[in-house]
């Protein structure tokens, strides 16, 4: 019987210790705004990925600092709200036993995308035989280079072809 009770105590122990060993960590980074300015009073979100039911929201301070501590080591999913929009979203942070895992959001300026047309554009003889070429123009007939941004440099051969031209498809003669 004595036996009995050291063997359930000493399996007690083992899996108390077990449970330490594991230990805790941490999700920890700061957030700054398009101007590299802290962003003070954001929504950072913690969610486990692992099918357990927890989440867990912290603020930033004044700094943009923010920290999560006491977590179980495992994957979440962070997600970043500023003023009640979703800016940011990091599907897998690995944490890590003991110490903490550093997640930082650095919030970059809105891209504006350009709406483009491909047209022909004949060549400087006038006929349709060699030499002309395909552009992505926008709806307004402004060039557009490969980055989606409006070209501010056209010669003026082009811009006389680009107001007679007339959109072909890529494939078509």
Do not use: C
Not at 25 to 49: C, F, H, M, N, Y
């Amino acid at each position: 019987m004595l036996l009995k009770s050291y063997s359930i105590s000493f399996v007690g122990l083992l899996l108390v210790t077990s449970s330490a060993w594991a230990g805790t960590s941490a999700l920890e980074g700061v957030v700054k705004d398009p101007t590299g300015q802290p962003v003070k009073g954001a929504d950072v979100r913690i969610e486990a990925t692992n099918g357990r039911n927890f989440s867990r929201i912290v603020k930033t301070d004044a700094t943009g600092h923010y920290t999560s501590d006491g977590l179980a080591v495992g994957i979440y999913k962070v997600t970043l709200v500023v003023n009640g929009a979703v800016k940011a979203s990091i599907l897998n942070a690995y944490t890590q036993s003991g110490k903490p895992t550093q997640l930082n959001f650095e919030l970059t300026p809105k891209t504006n995308f350009v709406k483009t047309h491909k047209v022909w554009i004949s060549p400087p003889t006038g006929t349709l035989i060699g030499g002309g070429q395909w552009v992505d123009v926008d709806d307004n007939g402004n060039i557009v280079n490969n980055n989606g941004v409006s070209s501010v440099e056209r010669s003026g051969a082009i811009q006389t072809n680009m107001l007679t031209a007339r959109p072909k498809s890529p494939g078509g003669q």
